[in-house]
Structures are given as C-alpha cells and as structure tokens.
C-alpha cells in the first residue's frame, strides 16, 4: 500500500515537496516512481528510484527541477520539485514494482503493479 502526500497549489518558480509511505512487503520493492497525469493525457512517469542501489531515472523535462530521493528506513520516496510551471499541473502518482513483477523495465504505469491514490499539484501563473 502506496500513500502519497504534499500536493498543494504554488505558484510559478515555486517549490513543493511530495512524500510516498509505503507499507506491507517493503523489501520485496525493486522500483518507486512518480507519475503525473492532467486532464486527457496519458500518465507519464517523471522520475523513478531503485530502492536498493538509489539508481535514479528522469523525464528529460524535470531533469534539473526535480529531485527523487528515498529513505528506506521510513519506506518513504521524495519528489521534490523546484522552478515549477503551469504546465507542471497535473494530478501526481507514486507507484512501486515489487520483485515479483519487475521485468526489467520502469518507464511504463503498466510495470508497476503498486499506486497511491494521487495528489493534486496546482501551478499558478
């Protein structure tokens, strides 16, 4: 079980931080995630972390604004976001695959087999 949390409104050039607790079979957690999804489009992931060797990944459009980050010893991953934009408006997502899952790959929502129930960020112009 995935809960997220930190969402909020900010306005543009701003900074929010998002939290994801998870809980229940923590060490069997390969991948954790962070997806964004606005209204009709697609959910996209924005940056995933390896939960045992901190390998991190980036959409190239966060690569420098965003931050992943984890503490194992509070089974919790970070997002933090800094020089937010309007366009950063969406209703974001943590995810985790857990080793009975993973197929080696982490970019898609269809690899990961574990959501939290989304938090809404709000960039004002």
């Known amino acids: 079980q995935l809960q997220a949390s930190g969402g909020g409104l900010v306005q543009s050039g701003g900074s929010l931080r998002l939290s994801c607790t998870a809980s229940g079979r923590t060490s069997s957690i390969v991948f954790m995630g962070w997806f964004h999804q606005a209204p009709g489009k697609e959910r996209d992931l924005l940056a995933a972390?390896?939960?045992?060797?901190?390998?991190?990944y980036y959409a190239d459009y966060v690569k420098g604004r965003f931050t992943i980050s984890r503490d194992n010893a509070k089974n919790t991953v970070y997002l933090q976001m800094n020089s937010l934009k309007p366009e950063d408006t969406a209703v974001y997502y943590c995810?985790?695959?857990?080793?009975?899952?993973?197929?080696?790959?982490?970019?898609?929502?269809?690899?990961?087999?574990?959501w939290g129930q989304g938090t809404q960020v709000t960039v004002s112009s």
């Open positions: 995810a985790a695959v857990s080793d009975d899952y993973y197929s080696g790959s982490y970019v898609h929502p269809y690899e990961y087999n574990h």
């Open positions: 972390i390896n939960r045992s060797d901190g390998f991190t």
